[in-house]
């Protein structure tokens, strides 16, 4: 990645890696990288500068949830990308504004899970659903357990909140694996990730459930575990060449781009873009 960024979001339309926000950069920058050919381009930024957000493709454009902007505000905003104008909208807002949140598509919906709420109320349990056909929001059966800087994954129509922190803090890392099934709007508990983590970033891919980094007060996570929901079991991976924290995790074929992050826990950047072959 060009320019060395942490809390940065991605998600992938047409073969290609959107890396949104995030701390160290222009406000608003989005660096679009390019596998097949290793390289990287800027497009049009986001209208609001963003850090802890989340980055979700659908219907071929990408949506840009939640959030902070100016300074550690929680924001509800929706950003719609069209790749072929080039340009941004906004959409209609969350219900409940958030920054540090999950955000994955299933069925050409958006969920967006946890996150901090404003005004130093405690984490936020919000579970709630967006469909860009009709532009509204819906509310779900909450988050079990309130938490923010999870990752949450989308695979085979359930989504699962995985890791994630309580209070703002790094030091009440948290190992839970949470799965809700949008069909009966239920959530159930598997078995907790092995290493209490935050700050993380998860992806799917060939029936297994990829989760990288994070921080803790000590510092920052190498560490790549799976999870096979057929299973329900935890395997541990080679560990990532960067430790980081605030990175993003896109895939691509059958590989994991595992970019940006910062090195040491807080304030810190990188422009850190590793592949994974499982």
Do not use: C, Q
């Not at 979001?9 to 679009?32: N, Q, R, T």
């Not at 799917?204 to 980094?213: I, K, S, W």
């Amino acid at each position: 990645m060009p320019t060395p960024r942490t809390e940065v979001a991605a998600a992938v339309l047409d073969g290609k890696i959107y890396v949104v926000g995030g701390f160290g950069g222009p406000g608003g920058l989005v660096e679009v990288y390019t596998p097949a050919a290793d390289n990287w381009t800027t497009v049009a930024p986001l209208p609001e500068a963003l850090h802890h957000t989340t980055a979700t493709a659908s219907g071929g454009r990408l949506y840009v949830v939640g959030g902070y902007s100016s300074g550690w505000n929680p924001v509800a905003s929706v950003f719609e990308y069209d790749p072929v104008t080039d340009r941004w909208r906004r959409r209609s807002p969350m219900p409940t504004a958030r920054g540090a949140l999950g955000a994955a598509e299933i069925d050409g919906k958006i969920y967006a899970v946890g996150g901090v709420a404003p005004d130093g109320r405690p984490n936020s349990n919000a579970n709630e659903v967006y469909d860009p056909g009709t532009d509204r929001w819906s509310a779900l059966a909450p988050l079990p357990t309130p938490r923010d800087h999870l990752a949450l994954i989308a695979w085979e129509r359930r989504l699962y909140a995985i890791g994630g922190r309580v209070g703002g803090s790094y030091a009440r890392n948290l190992p839970e694996n949470e799965v809700y099934d949008p069909l009966s709007n239920r959530w159930m508990r598997r078995r907790a990730m092995p290493t209490a983590r935050s700050g993380i970033a998860g992806v799917a891919l060939a029936g297994r459930l990829f989760v990288f980094g994070g921080e803790e007060p000590r510092g920052t996570f190498n560490l790549a575990e799976a999870y096979e929901p057929g299973a329900d079991r935890w395997i541990t991976l080679t560990t990532m060449p960067t430790a980081r924290h605030g990175l993003a995790a896109a895939v691509v074929g059958e590989t994991i781009y595992v970019i940006g992050g910062g090195p040491r826990p807080g304030g810190s950047y990188s422009s850190a873009n590793e592949a994974f072959s499982p």
